[in-house]
């Protein structure tokens, strides 16, 4: 009968978490079990070059525009592909890939699971609606974080029994731990997208009190997005210039993490931070907001340090801390590396999956020709 055929849907216009964990799943599954396809709302160049060498179908579909007749005709035309029985279940990603996802199945029959990996607070009152009824026919909601499934049932009105949490996992480097600082100033680096939501605007609020007791301190920002310029002229507003890089899109993250100190999240909303499991694995503490799921990663005094959101005093003490104490950092990396590679192992992740696969279409919902 061959392997089942497995079709993803989701937006890789961006380098995100969720196009990271979706990277991981097409790479990482036993291709013995299951053949996965990709279908990209849009897909972005240089994740295109990515995704290439995972020798997987995949289709761009171009979309510019949730009406226009473009997006109509792809949508069908995946509902065909799934028709002809070229796939056995849908997996859709982030909303608009949910929404298509189940778009597909409606015109298909092929069953379908759907996935939320953040809090989603953006959405309107309409598109909470629309969210809502996509996961209706879903076998199976997943989400990657308890605090992401508890907001998110209880708004969009899921029912608990048909959920399931798989919670994000992480490649173990095979060393770790605190590079020797030398004559490197003591170094804070922050892995996140520019976008509103991870708060780098208190982050370099917080950095400024940091200073004030470190003068040599130095911030690394890592990450794209389209408020680098405003942030760019914050930082020189603030006289941070000299002391503040911005790093941009990187693919060498673990050579970053290993010339750093410690590691910080200011996330005003999150579902569950790759940031901060890539840095765990590494050896290196991290300090991050107490929102979403971070509470679930970060086991705080042993780990790493959270603070209330938006409290900048609060984050700049954590900081402050972690870089005055090396036998600190040293205990709380540690600690940090065997709670990433207990709890949050690629394998057990990717494990979670090929059984949820496995039960949805066991359950009949997924017949193959």
Not at 12 to 19: E, K, M, S, V, W
Not at 130 to 135: C, E, G, K, T, V
Request: net charge positive.
């Amino acid at each position: 009968m061959g392997p089942a055929r497995i079709l993803y849907i989701c937006d890789l216009n961006a380098h995100g978490g969720t196009q990271t964990h979706l990277l991981q799943i097409l790479a990482g599954l036993d291709r013995a079990r299951y053949a996965p396809a990709l279908a990209a709302l849009t897909l972005a160049d240089d994740l295109k070059a990515i995704v290439a060498p995972l020798g997987i179908d995949v289709i761009d579909m171009a979309v510019h525009g949730a009406l226009k007749p473009a997006t109509f005709r792809s949508v069908i035309s995946l509902g065909n592909l799934a028709r002809r029985g070229r796939v056995d279940l849908l997996h859709g990603f982030l909303y608009q890939g949910n929404v298509v996802t189940a778009a597909v199945s409606q015109l298909s029959g092929a069953p379908f699971i759907t996935s939320v990996r953040n809090m989603d607070r953006w959405k309107t009152p309409v598109q909470r609606q629309i969210s809502r009824l996509a996961h209706l026919g879903a076998a199976r909601v997943v989400f990657n974080a308890e605090a992401t499934r508890e907001e998110t049932v209880a708004r969009e009105a899921i029912r608990r029994e048909r959920t399931a949490v798989i919670p994000n996992g992480v490649s173990m480097p095979p060393s770790s731990g605190l590079a020797a600082r030398g004559d490197r100033p003591p170094t804070i680096v922050c892995v996140a997208s520019l976008s509103p939501k991870k708060g780098h605007a208190l982050l370099l609020e917080a950095f400024t009190l940091v200073r004030q007791a470190i003068p040599a301190a130095r911030l690394h920002l890592v990450g794209a997005g389209a408020l680098r310029e405003r942030l760019e002229w914050r930082a020189r507003e603030m006289g941070l210039d000299e002391t503040v890089r911005f790093l941009g899109h990187r693919e060498d993250i673990d050579a970053i993490l290993a010339e750093a100190d410690v590691a910080v999240l200011t996330s005003v909303e999150e579902g569950m931070p790759n940031a901060i499991l890539e840095a765990m694995a590494r050896g290196l503490p991290a300090v991050a907001t107490d929102v979403g799921g971070n509470r679930e990663v970060i086991d705080d005094g042993t780990t790493g340090l959270l603070a209330p959101a938006g409290d900048k005093e609060a984050v700049a003490k954590a900081l402050v801390r972690l870089l005055t104490d090396h036998d600190l950092r040293r205990r709380m990396g540690e600690a940090g590396r065997e709670r990433a590679a207990e709890r949050f192992g690629l394998a057990a992740m990717l494990d979670a999956y090929m059984r949820l696969y496995d039960e949805v279409l066991r359950r009949g919902q997924g017949s193959r020709p």
